[in-house]
Every structure is written in C-alpha cells, then in structure tokens.
T-cell receptor
Framework: GENVEQHPSTLSVQEGDSAVIKCTYS??????FPWYKQELGKRPQLIID?????GEKKDQRIAVTLNKTAKHFSLHITETQPEDSAVYFC??????????FGDGTTLTVKP | DAGITQSPRHKVTETGTPVTLRCHQT?????MYWYRQDPGHGLRLIHY???????DKGEVSDGYSVSRSKTEDFLLTLESATSSQTSVYFC??????????????FGNGTRLTVT
C-alpha cells in the first residue's frame, strides 16, 4: 500500500545539536522523496528533496539520505537553531496524485 | 507563494450546510490538489485534478466533491458539512508533471469550523 511511517513524532534538542527524522515507505515504485517544513500557522514548504538515483543530498545544514533497499530516507539537521523549530513532513509519492505524507515530526530546538 | 490564493481564509458554518472553498492559481499549472490537515494525521489528500474537468479521488474523498472548469480555479465543495470536516484545508500545485516526481507548492490554507 501507499504507507509512509515517520519517526519520531516529537523531537527536542538543544541548540547546536543535530536532529534526525526517519521515514519508511512501502511502495517500491516511489522514486522521489521530498521533505517539507511547516512553521506554526503557516503552510508546508519544501526544504529538500532527493531522487532514487541519488543516495545523499546536502543543502547547508540540512541533508537527506536514501536507502532504497531498506525503503527508508532520513532528514538530518546539523547545528540546530531555534528557527528550525517546526513540524517536518516526509512524503513518498507513488503515482500521479497520490502524494502520501508521513504524520509529521514536531521539532523543538531549545536555546 | 507560487501564485496560489485560497479563499476564504477562515470560515465557520453550521452542520448540514454546503460549503465551497476556492483555490486560484495564476501560472497555468496542470496539477492541483486539495489536502486536509488534522492533528495526528498529517496531510491527507482529498481530491486532485490533472487538467480542466479531469479530477480523481484521494484517500479521504467521502463527503467532498471538486470541480475544475478553468485551469486557474479548483473548487472544493462540502455538500453537507459535518463536524468531522472541521479542519485546515490546503490547496497545492505541482510545477512540473505531477506530485509523483516534483514538489508541491501549497496555498496559505483555509481554516474551516463546522458547528
């Protein structure tokens, strides 16, 4: 089925520490894996994505890794800052129109 | 903001009344989506459209209908609102092809309360 599991549901870290959020998907047809950030009261926005022909992608303090064999991908945030506090969603679309999201991870960065 | 406008931004309505939410885009993108967001459930797809008059159901389509008579507008209708449809509704578009392999761009959302 088109199931995406996201863990943990909540994550609290000290400023400057790293944060890792993991998603597992079930459909081997998935080949595009975006991550969205949603600040309180705002819309989700894409922060990074990865395609199945790539194992890792970095953009400054954020990175995404993909293990297609194990069907999981992870978001890594290094040197966390208070403005990284938000809800993060992964997605694993399987076919046109069926963009399945994880249930979200609430990240809190404590100053 | 990818030229997406949702209206209204907030609405309170009574159980049993019909409600229509509008999503308007200015850039002629083919794919448009309606999601609902509820605590603990993330974002769930209600309906999507892949062109004028071309729509299909998502995972939580019961109680909702959609229409797309023009490229720029995608309407979501709750035919007889129920309290379980109290939610935040997001419209989204994908710039290239479909959400299968390109990111979604979301509108600012509509907060709907059904009393």
């Amino acid at each position: 089925g088109e199931n995406v599991e996201q863990h943990p549901s909540t994550l609290s870290v000290q400023e400057g520490d790293s944060a890792v959020i993991k998603c597992t998907y079930s459909d081997s047809a998935s080949n595009y894996f975006p991550w969205y950030k949603q600040e309180l009261g705002k819309r989700p926005q894409l922060i990074i994505d990865i395609r199945s022909n790539v194992g890792e992608k970095k953009d400054q303090r954020i990175a995404v890794t993909l293990n297609k064999t194990a069907k999981h991908f992870s978001l890594h945030i290094t040197e966390t800052q208070p403005e990284d506090s938000a809800v993060y969603f992964c997605a694993a679309p399987t076919r046109a129109g069926k963009s399945t999201f994880g249930d979200g991870t609430t990240l809190t960065v404590k100053p | 903001d990818a030229g997406i406008t949702q209206s209204p931004r907030h609405k309170v309505t009574e159980t049993g009344t019909p409600v229509t939410l509008r999503c308007h885009q200015t850039e002629n993108h083919r794919y448009m989506y309606w999601y609902r967001q509820d605590p603990g459930h993330g974002l769930r797809l209600i309906h999507y459209s892949y062109g004028v008059k071309d729509t299909d159901k998502g995972e939580v389509s019961d109680g909702y209908s959609v229409s797309r008579s023009k490229t720029e507008d995608f309407l979501l209708t709750l035919e007889s609102a129920t309290s379980s449809q109290t939610s935040v509704y997001f419209c989204a578009i994908s710039f290239k092809e479909s959400s299968y392999n390109s990111p979604l761009h979301f509108g600012n959302g509509t907060r709907l309360t059904v009393t």
